[in-house]
């Protein structure tokens, strides 16, 4: 579990989370980054260093060029932690859901 502290903290901004939406479509450089916000590029490349360092994305090198990119096991990783829990919920709506169903059932008959 310790090992999604970082993911989960690089994720609690939202403009780290905007970013990795973003390379969710292809990889980009910071430059093609930074163009939606309404900050500097040297503060974008700090975002980048934090998911970087969470492990989230990764650094291609080309040319003079350092495109970034999603690491999609890592965040299949995060996708598979909170699935858990998206399950027991589901479950507990599912159940929530039969024992309405039955209330409502219970009130036509008595009506």
């Known amino acids: ?10 994720l609690s901004d939202p403009t780290r989370r905007a970013i990795l939406a973003r390379l969710a479509e ?11 916000f309404a900050i500097s590029q040297p503060a974008v490349s700090r975002h980048l260093k934090v998911l970087e360092e969470a492990g989230l994305i990764e650094t291609r ?7 970034r990119r999603l690491k999609p096991e890592r ?7 909170l699935g858990r829990f998206r399950a027991i ?23």
């Open 1 to 10: 579990m310790p090992q999604l502290d970082p993911a989960f903290a690089a």
């Open 26 to 36: 292809g990889e980009a450089t910071v430059q093609e980054l930074a163009r939606p």
């Open 61 to 67: 090198i080309e040319g003079t060029s350092r495109p």
């Open 75 to 81: 965040v299949e990783e995060l996708w598979d932690w």
């Open 89 to 111: 919920w589901e479950e507990r709506y599912r159940r929530l859901d039969v024992l309405l169903e039955e209330m409502g059932r219970e009130d036509s008959a008595e009506k």
